[in-house]
């Protein structure tokens, strides 16, 4: 389960920080202008938890890594809440925008998951944060509205529209996750998929009865021969997108 959420702190403050919102307009800001942009912050920060993973990013380590005092950190960015909703919204700005591979709204929407994907692999820990409650900063807002114009013309009303958006970015964010797991038990055991169960192939072979699981037997071996392994994140993303894609076609049909 994911252990960070967006939306997380004071609401006031959070808008104004990810709108950037001057000292003038934020009640009882006054003092000499800042030295630190908010594009520095959330710079160091996104690069500490593409390192160290999100639970890295504290205000004392941010503030370390800038130079500065915890405390004068706290008066660029009100806490650790704040302060991952200004992450993320920086990495919502900056998303690849990239042109479909062909007309049509599957093509369109194929470049969005294929977006969201490299955001993913480009920074991790975002599929770690639940956004239920996401910051509702200009990053998001641009990112909303590029992902909703894939689904143009499909003649959905707007509700499915959203919907549609939403079934799409959560299978995304879930074969973000496992291509997480995949990497991490690959770095912590230093052996690829293909090597780990090439290892363990002789006590699997005393302990499994293929005789009593002969289905399993039969699919985890063609399985394990085509993807090297028990798991393919390619393929299980080129799979679970047609599948996806097929799932819309359907709904946009109906209507």
């Not at 956004?131 to 499909?154: C, I, Q, V």
Request: aromatic share 6%; glycine share 8%.
């Amino acid at each position: 389960m994911a252990t960070d959420r967006s939306s997380a702190g004071d609401p006031a403050r959070t808008l104004a920080l990810l709108w950037g919102l001057t000292a003038e307009e934020k009640p009882g800001r006054r003092g000499p202008r800042q030295a630190r942009s908010t594009g520095e912050i959330a710079a160091v920060a996104i690069a500490l938890a593409d390192a160290e993973g999100v639970d890295a990013v504290t205000m004392r380590r941010v503030a370390q890594e800038l130079g500065l005092s915890p405390m004068a950190l706290y008066t660029y960015v009100p806490g650790k809440a704040e302060l991952l909703d200004l992450m993320l919204d920086t990495v919502y700005a900056t998303m690849p925008r990239s042109t479909p591979a062909g007309e049509g709204w599957r093509a369109r929407v194929t470049a969005v998951a294929d977006d969201n994907r490299e955001l993913h692999r480009a920074h991790p820990w975002v599929a770690a944060v639940s956004t239920s409650r996401p910051p509702l900063g200009p990053g998001l807002m641009a990112k909303y509205e590029y992902e909703l114009r894939a689904f143009e013309g499909t003649g959905l009303p707007d509700v499915d529209l959203d919907a549609a958006l939403t079934h799409l970015l959560g299978f995304v964010q879930t074969c973000a996750r496992m291509a997480a797991d995949e990497r991490a038990a690959r770095q912590d055991s230093a052996m690829t998929d293909e090597q780990w169960w090439a290892a363990n192939a002789d006590l699997l072979a005393r302990v499994f009865d293929a005789e009593r699981y002969p289905v399993a037997a039969r699919v985890g071996a063609a399985a394990g021969e085509a993807h090297g392994g028990a798991y393919s994140p390619d393929h299980a993303y080129a799979f679970g997108l047609a599948r996806v894609l097929d799932g819309l076609a359907a709904l946009v049909a109906e209507r």
